[in-house]
């Protein structure tokens, strides 16, 4: 496993094995099969091109009234709890913060990308964010505090853990493309993002 620091971003490459990738996919399949995917649209009503679900004691959606965190996903049933492996890889990686209550999961089609954004829709912004990459590899680009200025892009590949902490915590990113067929653990192709959270 290498370990990259670009700016305040930490990224682990190859920190889950092809073996614990698999057991991780499996683990997935039952949290999507209580919490399905859905197709979120943007408050304008705009559909995102991710589909989305989470684990955990809240999860991120956004529909027509706006960007927030709920304790149900929209079918009305509890989030499911986030799976061991990642609890245990967060405690790895970031000993210092508090426990993860969000495990946002999307996914990535081979049309899929997602916009420059900001995530600060928690409360506590000093508290990081990591993130595992699954299947297909994604272009990831970092910017800076402010919208627009200099970004730097990486490949993020199929085990890579990414941590955001101190002022990449606040940085602009974005997923501008996936490259399809890279990787062969998702049975059809496409990448899943998992995102571990402090959301209170
Ligand atoms: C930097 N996800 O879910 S992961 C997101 O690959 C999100 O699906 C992308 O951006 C994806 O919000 C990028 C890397 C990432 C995740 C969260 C961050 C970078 C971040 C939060 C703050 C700063
Ligand atoms: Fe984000």
């Not at 682990?12 to 999507?32: K, S």
């Not at 609890?87 to 990308?113: F, Q």
């Not at 910017?143 to 993020?156: F, P, Q």
């Not at 997923?175 to 653990?185: A, G, V």
Request: aromatic share 8%; hydrophobic share 40%; proline share 8%.
């Amino acid at each position: 496993m290498t370990v990259l620091r670009l700016r305040d971003f930490e990224i682990h490459q190859r920190y889950f094995a092809p073996e614990a990738q698999a057991r991780l996919v499996d683990t997935l399949r039952d949290v999507l099969s209580k919490a399905p995917l859905v197709q979120p649209v943007t408050p304008r009503g705009t559909p995102m091109s991710v589909r989305m679900s989470a684990a955990g004691m809240y999860g991120w959606v956004s529909d027509r009234k706006g960007y927030r965190y709920e304790l149900v996903h929209p079918s009305g049933v509890p989030w499911p709890p986030i799976p061991d492996s990642l609890i245990e890889m967060w405690r790895d990686v970031v000993p210092d913060a508090r426990a993860p209550e969000c495990c946002l999961i999307n996914w990535y089609d081979e049309t899929a990308k997602m916009g420059m954004h900001q995530d600060r829709d928690e409360a506590d912004l000093t508290q990081p964010v990591v993130s595992v990459s699954l299947g297909d590899e994604g272009l990831f680009r970092m910017g800076n505090l402010t919208r627009g200025g200099k970004t730097e892009s990486i490949w993020l590949r199929s085990g890579d853990v990414v941590v955001m902490a101190g002022d990449a915590r606040r940085a602009f990113h974005g997923i501008d493309h996936i490259r399809p067929n890279s990787s062969t653990l998702l049975p059809k192709g496409g990448r899943i993002n998992l995102t571990l959270r402090v959301v209170t």
